[in-house]
Structures are given as C-alpha cells and as structure tokens.
C-alpha cells in the first residue's frame, strides 16, 4: 500500500499515512481537529532496478547505448544471455 503525506492547512502539521489506492483522502487534522488536510504531492522512495526493466532507465549520458548493433550476441541463438537450449 501506499505511503501519502497531508499537511493541515490550519496548524500546519504534517503527517504520513499508510491507506490503499481506493480509500478516501483523510481531511480531519490529529492534531487541531479541524477538516484542513490536504494531500500532498512527493516523489516514490525507490527506484526499478534488475532485469526486466529497460536498459536505457535511469542511465545518463554515455551509458544509455549498452547494446549497440556491433555487439557479439549474448548467446548462439542470439537471445537471452542466459545458459539455453541454444548453446
């Protein structure tokens, strides 16, 4: 489940809560009981790494072309890269 962050526009406190996708947005504040929360908007915590994802995310510069076209296949089939019943 996700992890949102609100912050009261009354009092100003800030808080976290963990709550699913579907559920509505939290509006009373903990702190001063008052209907001022107001979700906020924050970058996710984690980054995809590991196979799976495509080679170009989160690469920069010259490390963005890893697989060029003058490169030697990964294996003799010209596929996977791992042990297959290919080689």
Same mark, same amino acid.
């Given at each position: 489940? #996700? $992890? +949102?962050? +609100? ?14 996708? &579907? ?6 504040? #903990? ?9 906020? $908007? &924050? ?7 590991? @196979? @799976?994802? +495509? ?17 030697? #296949?990964?294996?003799?089939?010209? @596929?996977? @890269? ?6």
């Amino acid at each position: 489940m #996700p $992890i +949102y962050e +609100y912050q009261c526009q009354s009092c100003g406190h800030a808080m976290e809560a963990i709550q699913k996708m &579907s559920d509505a947005p939290l509006v009373d504040c #903990p702190a001063c009981e008052l209907p001022e929360l107001q979700k906020q $908007i &924050s970058a996710a915590g984690f980054r995809l790494k590991g @196979g @799976g994802w +495509y080679e170009t995310d989160f690469k920069s510069g010259a490390k963005k072309n890893l697989a060029s076209s003058d490169a030697a #296949p990964a294996c003799a089939s010209g @596929g996977c @890269g791992a042990a297959c019943a290919a080689d």
